[in-house]
């Protein structure tokens, strides 16, 4: 089992920059795979990026290539979500989750933080 807790959520003015975090707890951390979900009122959940085990391979969504990066300390449990260049469409619940592999697809994922709000005004 594998506990995932987001923070670092809030309100920003476009063009603006938000840390996510999402720490770990539970099962080894560093065996997992991370990725970042967003879900946006009244639309389907999507992907936003994705890191190997590792931290060696990364993945993003074409929408924030560029903007955001994706990083991970195994050290602390915990994968990172720089966003930089917000928009607001970028305006969405974020959810970190865990999976065996790396994936751009919901269904691999096994473990799913409850999100934090990201509000990004124009």
């Known amino acids: 089992q594998v506990q995932l807790v987001e923070s670092g959520g809030g309100l920003v003015q476009a063009g603006g920059s938000l840390r996510l975090s999402c720490a770990a707890s539970?099962?080894?951390?560093?065996?997992?795979?991370m990725g970042w979900f967003r879900q946006a009122p009244g639309k389907e959940r999507e992907f936003v990026s994705a890191i190997s085990w590792s931290g060696g391979s990364t993945y993003y969504a074409d929408s924030v290539k560029g903007r955001f990066t994706i990083s991970r300390d195994n050290a602390k449990n915990t994968v990172y979500l720089e966003m930089n260049s917000l928009k607001p469409e970028d305006t969405a619940v974020y959810h970190c989750a865990a999976a065996p592999r790396v994936s751009r697809f919901e269904i691999e994922y096994n473990y799913w933080g409850q999100g934090t709000q990201v509000t990004v005004s124009s």
């Open positions: 539970g099962r080894t951390f560093s065996s997992y795979a």
